[in-house]
Nanobody
Framework: QVQPVESGGGSVQAGGSLRLSCAAS????????MGWYRQAPGKQRELVAT???????KYADSVKGRFTISRVNAKNTVYLQMNSLKPEDTAVYYC?????????????WGQGTQVTVSS
């Protein structure tokens, strides 16, 4: 089992910044991708950004140029720097950790952290 634990959510006005952190603990060998997803009220969970162990990064189009994902492999920690926040960024943000066991990939989720952006 892998336990991702998020921190850093909160409330901010539009145009502001927040930084999310997620540290993975437990059975952390063979961790591959780490990333962030978000879910707004009444909407499906969506990808925000992911980063593989080798540093390959993917962003949602809606956050490109505003959000930056980074990772410290030695600490099994992933960060999300969110700048120029918009009210539509309001959501619960979930950390995701993927682990490969053989040919199967398992997803582990954090408990979520609320981000609220006011206009």
């Amino acid at each position: 089992q892998v336990q991702p634990v998020e921190s850093g959510g909160g409330s901010v006005q539009a145009g502001g910044s927040l930084r999310l952190s997620c540290a993975a603990s437990g059975s952390i060998f063979s961790i591959d991708a780490m990333g962030w997803y978000r879910q707004a009220p009444g909407k499906q969970r969506e990808l925000v950004a992911t980063i593989t162990g080798g540093g390959r990064i993917k962003y949602a189009d809606s956050v490109k140029g505003r959000f930056t994902i980074s990772r410290v492999n030695a600490k099994n920690t992933v960060y999300l720097q969110m700048n120029s926040l918009k009210p539509e960024d309001t959501a619960v943000y979930y950390c995701n950790v993927q682990k490969a066991i053989g040919e199967t990939t398992f997803d582990y989720w954090g408990q979520g952290t609320q981000v609220t952006v006011s206009s």
